[in-house]
């Protein structure tokens, strides 16, 4: 996975009311959780979260889904992996085994 794009992902999760809208949209599992819905729970502003989920979906960890007048927000799983799997990737990869003599 290319560092802009992890950078990115983490840029959005490092503020944080799109780090509880994101710990909120992923709870909900695949079926999402409605935008109302979200913002009763975490009781912003509508404004606020348009703003905060576009964010989030501009880097990939959400997507958006309409049914009828109800928009759904849905946590996009596998980029939430990607990012994770890169942090993990190369943990203690530079590090000697301690039994080189």
Excluded: W
Excluded at 29 to 46: N, R, T
Excluded at 52 to 59: F, K, N, P, Q, R
Aim: aromatic content about 6%; overall charge negative; charged content about 25%.
């Amino acid at each position: 996975m290319d560092i802009e794009i992890v950078a990115k992902a983490l840029k959005e999760l490092g503020h944080p009311t799109r780090l509880a809208i994101y710990k909120s949209v992923v709870r909900a599992g695949y079926q999402g959780i409605a935008v109302g819905g979200l913002q009763e729970k975490l009781d912003i502003p509508g404004s606020t979260l348009s703003h905060h989920v576009s964010g989030l979906a501009s880097a990939g960890l959400i997507s958006q889904r309409r049914e009828g007048r109800t928009l759904f927000c849905v946590a996009e799983y596998e980029k939430l992996a990607s990012v994770i799997g890169f942090l993990q990737d190369e943990c203690c990869f530079d590090e000697t085994c301690g039994n080189e003599d």
